[in-house]
C-alpha cells in the first residue's frame, strides 16, 4: 500500500502566486502578502481548560493572504479554496452577522477596528490561499485568521505585538464566529520560530520556545490525518470537559493545574480514585493530571538540547499521553487507534492522537529516512480495515505569521 502525501508548497513561489490571483481577481497589484501556519499539538492534550501545559509547533502548511488597504469601507474577499466571495461593508460587520468563511476574515476586521481612528477607513480587499487541510485539526482557522490580522496590521499600522495579533484571532474566532475554541491554535500560529516548538502555559496563555529541530537530527514528524468522520463530537467534548470540572471540584481546586503542580502522590491512579470517588470522573481526572506531569517531564527533555540522547523517553512520553486518551479520556477512535499502532509498530519511536480527537489527525515521531515506511504501513493498516484513505504530511517546526511579499 502507497501512502499519499500532502506536501506543502514552496513559500516563496506561493506567495508569489497569491499576488499574481490578487491581481487577476481585483485588476491591481496588491500592498503585500503575509501567511500564517496551521498547527500541531506535539504533547499536551484535553488539558487547556483546565489551565494545563501544551506544545504545539507550526506546520509548513500555511494560509496565504495577499491585500490590499482601499479608502472606503469595503470589505471583499476571495479564497481560492472557496467558491463563495464576499463584499461587505465593514462598519456594519457584527457577531453573528456575517457567515460561512466570510466570517473568519470579517471577524478579524471587526477585532481590530477600535484600534483605528473613528472615521479612518477600514475597507481591505483580501485573496486567500490556504493549504492547511479545512477541518483536520490542523488548525485551518488560526492559520486563516493569523494571516488576515498579520496582514491588517501592517497594512493599517496598528502596532500589534504578536500577544495582541493573537487576542484579536481569538476575538474573531470565539466572540465573532461564535466558536468557542481555546486558543492554542491562534497562540501557536502567531508566535512558533522556525525549527523549535512552543510551552504554552493556558493559565496565563504565556510561551515560551522550545528547542525541537527535528531536520538537523534526522528526525520527522509524520502527520496523519485520518479523514475520520464522527457525530456527536460536540456533545462528547461538552462532556469531557464537565467531568474535568467535576474532578477538579471533588479535588477542592479551581483547576486540575493545581494538583499536578502540588507534590505527587505516589499512585496518582489510587489517590484520584479516593479522592474523586466516580469511577467515571475519576479517570478523567487522572488523565488531565497525569498528561500535565508528562508535559512537564516532556519539557525538561527538551531543555537539556539534542533530542537524540533522550528518544526512548520522548517517545515514550507520545505513546503514554495517546494511551491516556483512549483509557482514560475515552476521545479516541478506531482510525485513531489503528494509525498510532501501525506507527509504532512499523518503528515509529512514539506516535499518537493530536487534537480533540474522534477523528481528525494523529502524529508520530519517527527516523527521518524512515517516512515512507511508516506512511505505508498506516495507509496498509487502513485499507484491510475498510477505512477512508488517510492523507499524510511530514511536518518540520515553521515559523509563525510573518510577511513574505
Ligand atoms: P480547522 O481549524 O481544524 O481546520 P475549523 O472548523 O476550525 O477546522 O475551521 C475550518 C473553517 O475555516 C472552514 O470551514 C472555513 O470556513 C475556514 N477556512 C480555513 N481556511 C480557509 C481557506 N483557505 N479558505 C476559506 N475558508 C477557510
Ligand atoms: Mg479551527
Known amino acids: 500500500m502507497t501512502a499519499h502525501f500532502n506536501d506543502a508548497p514552496e ?146 499600522s496598528l502596532g500589534m505585538d504578536e500577544k495582541e495579533q493573537v487576542e484579536a484571532a481569538i476575538r474573531a474566532e470565539n466572540e465573532f464566529c461564535g466558536a468557542n475554541t481555546g486558543g492554542l491554535d491562534q497562540s501557536a500560529s502567531v508566535r512558533c520560530r522556525e525549527g523549535g516548538a512552543l510551552l504554552l502555559d493556558c493559565a496565563d496563555f504565556t510561551t515560551s520556545p522550545l528547542p525541537w529541530n527535528l531536520e538537523t537530527e534526522d528526525l520527522a514528524l509524520l502527520i496523519v490525518d485520518t479523514r475520520a468522520e464522527h457525530s456527536h463530537v ?62 512537564k517531564e516532556f519539557v525538561e527533555l527538551l531543555g537539556k538540547g539534542e533530542l537524540r540522547p533522550r528518544l526512548a523517553r520522548i517517545g515514550q512520553l507520545l505513546n503514554e499521553s495517546h494511551d491516556s486518551l483512549r483509557d482514560n479520556y475515552e476521545v479516541t477512535c478506531p482510525e485513531l487507534d489503528t494509525a498510532v499502532d501501525a506507527a509504532r509498530e512499523a518503528g515509529a519511536h512514539g506516535a499518537r492522537m493530536t487534537g480533540g480527537g474522534f477523528g481528525g489527525s494523529a502524529i508520530a515521531l519517527v527516523e527521518a529516512e524512515k517516512v515512507t515506511e511508516v506512511a505505508d504501513a498506516i495507509a496498509a493498516a487502513f485499507a484491510a480495515k475498510g477505512f477512508k484513505e488517510p492523507a499524510f504530511f511530514v511536518a518540520l517546526p515553521s515559523a509563525g505569521a510573518g510577511r513574505d511579499l
Not at 499536551?44 to 496565504?64: F, K, T, W
Not at 471587526?110 to 487541510?133: F, H, M
Request: aromatic share 8%.
Open 11 to 156: 513559500r516563496e513561489a506561493t506567495a508569489q502566486r497569491a499576488r499574481e490571483k490578487f491581481i487577476e481577481t481585483y485588476g491591481y497589484e496588491p500592498d503585500g502578502v503575509w501567511s500564517a501556519p496551521g498547527r500541531v499539538n506535539i504533547i499536551g492534550e484535553h488539558v487547556d481548560y483546565q489551565a494545563g501545559l501544551c506544545v504545539p509547533m507550526a506546520i509548513s502548511h500555511r494560509c496565504y493572504v495577499a491585500a490590499a488597504r482601499t479608502p472606503e469601507n469595503t470589505v471583499r474577499m476571495r479564497s481560492l479554496q472557496s467558491e463563495e466571495t464576499f463584499s461587505g461593508d465593514a462598519r456594519e460587520f457584527a457577531p453573528g452577522k456575517v457567515e460561512g468563511w466570510p466570517a473568519y476574515v470579517a471577524g478579524c476586521v471587526w477585532a481590530v477596528a477600535s484600534r483605528l481612528g473613528g472615521d479612518a477607513p477600514r475597507g481591505v480587499d483580501i485573496l486567500v490561499d490556504g493549504y492547511v487541510p479545512l477541518g483536520s485539526g490542523l488548525s485551518s482557522s488560526a492559520s486563516l485568521e493569523c494571516g488576515v490580522v498579520a496582514a491588517l496590521n501592517d497594512l493599517m
Open 234 to 295: 460536540t456533545g462528547e467534548y461538552a462532556d469531557r470537559r464537565a467531568a474535568s470540572e467535576a474532578a477538579a471540584d471533588a479535588c477542592g481546586v479551581k483547576t486540575l493545574r493545581e494538583v499536578a503542580d502540588a507534590e505527587q502522590p505516589s499512585d496518582l491512579r489510587a489517590w484520584c480514585a479516593e479522592k474523586i470517588g466516580d469511577e467515571t470522573v475519576a479517570h478523567r481526572g487522572f488523565h488531565v493530571i497525569s498528561e500535565i506531569a508528562r508535559v
